[in-house]
């Protein structure tokens, strides 16, 4: 259906079954990943890392391999070297390739599952389906996904179930704060912690344990001249330079519960015209060991649409109108995403979790034998106590001396002003060879505005493909002066190479560079950095042998680690301690 849609490793039993007309299926298994979605803005010129943390903002945590999903500007990706990412699942970090150059614009939604090691999760669900008449089928689902809270694998201490117990659905939180007159820190004003050991400093004195918090965090982590790990408090303004931030408090994480039904159907009413529709219902415990505020637990939501697919307007023309509804509470919540990956991009809306929706949608897709196809969409939007209206029209084709041809064109009308969207490709030329003109620009009435043109040339044959561009980009800003209007606030010049090609030897060669340069007025600072690779490979079926040759040039943030042992005990491990060269050697044995 459109709300139980969820793809999940699991482990467990799985039954298929068939009674009359009706058939079915039924799951019961266990799984260690929770789902997480991020979307987010780059960074200028940082291909990454890009962090991956738990919905607490914790980043330690383990990425279930194969399980991450991700887009660029609207476009799903795909991982491998040689392709558009690369993800350390251990440290939860992406990097992306020279295929894509990232910047402070390029619009990032990153799904993925992890372990934190706090639950292990049971799930178990069932579907039935039967046809109606051979016209249409209805099915109902259920699921329900919960966090184990008995059994050796719950990693919590009395202390906190007993916490847990009395806060009901609010955050529950543990200081990792002390009072030791030996302690390293002291509260200044009884605002923060500061560091300083030994007893210099007057004041009270703690000892205190600081967790990893990327949402709440105040500190970061730091070295001293004598390789002592300690912690610094962080201004407000400086936090959202750090990549890992820290917390005396630690944060509870709660063992949480959902269950979620669906009904929905499809129905044939004419040759030409079908209707679906769907009514779901949430209940979201967002803890399991307190009955408290389990009074708002529930959610509703509904879709339904209507579709004529054959409207002949001519002998070269054929329409198809459509009609949808899709409605939810500000209780309700889908298991995984039940939308567009561009849905908040094209709306210009953050995304909030629990908020009332309501949208109204007409859409009209036409056909123009020869020449291509496109789409006019009038949409209303409720996204809590605000409306939106969206007009969006696309169309894709080409013929004869425009042998491509995209447009897009998105408005967004809401209370706080209008949001506007331009798209323009055109490839110029029939043949392999193409002239190639695009143009793009966004704009948030009052806020920003910028406009990307570019032009070039590309080459397209059956086994080669190559393309040369140069375009420029001119960003402006709300101004902070007494000046009314939008002022100029940076300047950009793009630059790309590409050639790509197979021939049928079995030798593939791949050469991509990018170029970037900017002026950021406002910040008064300038940006040069270029992005390469250049790969050459050989590939035959019956050939004994194999070749691959790949050279990048990359410029990324580089984050400096170091280890620090606090202390070193006796164990099962695999190094020993070696006097005359003071360190510890390699020793399986």
Do not use: C
């Not at 799984?31 to 980043?59: A, V, W």
């Not at 198809?320 to 509804?325: D, M, R, V």
Request: proline fraction near 2%; charge should be negative; charged fraction near 25%.
């Amino acid at each position: 259906g459109k709300y139980i849609h969820i793809e999940k490793r699991l482990i467990g039993l799985k039954n298929n079954f068939k009674l009359g007309k009706w058939k079915g299926s039924t799951v019961f298994a266990g799984s260690k990943g929770h789902y997480r979605q991020k979307e987010f803005k780059g960074n200028e010129g940082k291909q990454g890392p890009y962090f991956l943390d738990s919905k607490t903002g914790n980043r330690n945590i383990v990425v279930q391999a194969g399980t991450e999903k991700i887009w660029l500007n609207g476009e799903r990706l795909s991982r491998g070297d040689d392709r558009d990412y690369t993800v350390d699942y251990s440290t939860g970090e992406v990097y992306f390739t020279p295929r894509n150059l990232i910047h402070s614009d390029s619009d990032i939604l990153i799904e993925y599952q992890y372990s934190d090691f706090q639950y292990s999760q049971s799930v178990m669900g069932g579907m039935m389906e039967r046809p109606l008449n051979e016209k249409g089928t209805i099915t109902f689902s259920w699921i329900n996904e919960s966090d184990q809270t008995k059994g050796p694998s719950l990693n919590l201490t009395e202390e906190e179930i007993e916490l847990l117990n009395d806060s009901g659905d609010n955050d529950a939180f543990i200081s990792g704060a002390v009072e030791d007159s030996l302690g390293d820190y002291i509260y200044v004003n009884r605002e923060y912690f500061e560091y300083s050991p030994g007893d210099s400093v007057q004041g009270e004195r703690y000892s205190v344990t600081f967790i990893n918090d990327n949402e709440n965090g105040e500190y970061r982590r730091s070295i001293s001249s004598i390789g002592v790990i300690f912690y610094k408090f962080v201004e407000e303004s400086e936090r959202t330079d750090q990549n890992d931030l820290y917390s005396p408090l630690k944060r509870i994480s709660s063992p949480t519960g959902q269950q979620l039904f669906e009904m929905s159907g499809k129905y044939q009413l004419s040759t030409n015209t079908a209707m679906d529709f769907s009514v779901a219902a949430s209940d979201i415990d967002q803890n399991l060991l307190s009955s408290s505020h389990d009074g708002n637990n529930t959610g509703l939501a509904y879709s339904f649409s209507f579709m004529n697919d054959e409207i002949q307007l001519s002998e070269k023309i054929r329409m198809e109108l459509g009609i949808s509804s899709r409605n939810k509470d500000d209780r309700f919540s889908a298991l995984q995403r039940d939308r567009s990956a561009l849905f908040y991009q094209e709306w210009n809306l953050d995304p909030e979790e629990f908020i009332q929706e309501n949208q109204h949608d007409v859409k009209t897709d036409f056909f123009i034998s020869d020449i291509g196809q496109g789409s006019l969409q009038y949409t209303n939007l409720t996204y809590g106590d605000n409306s939106y209206d969206r007009f969006n029209n696309e169309f894709r084709g080409g013929a004869g001396f425009v042998p491509h041809v995209y447009s897009r064109f998105n408005n967004v009308n809401g209370k706080s002003g209008s949001f506007k969207e331009r798209t323009l490709e055109l490839d110029l030329l029939p043949g392999k060879t193409h002239p190639f003109i695009q143009y793009d620009s966004e704009e948030q009435e009052n806020k920003y505005r910028f406009e990307h043109q570019t032009i070039g040339i590309k080459y397209i044959g059956e086994q080669w493909s190559s393309s040369l561009g140069v375009g420029e980009r001119i960003d402006h800003q709300e101004s902070d002066s007494t000046k009314a209007g939008l002022e100029r606030s940076a300047v950009g010049t793009f630059g790309s190479f590409e050639i790509k090609g197979r021939n049928t030897n079995g030798w593939t060669q791949e050469v991509i560079v990018h170029r970037r340069l900017k002026d950021d007025i406002q910040k008064n600072e300038h940006y040069n950095y270029s992005l390469a690779r250049i790969r050459t490979s050989f590939r035959q079926k019956d050939h004994p042998i194999r070749w691959d040759l790949k050279g990048t040039l990359e410029e990324t943030y580089m984050e400096k680690r170091a280890l620090v042992y606090d202390s070193v005990g006796v164990g099962f491990g695999d190094h020993r301690y070696d006097q005359e060269f003071n360190t510890y050697v390699d020793d399986p044995n």
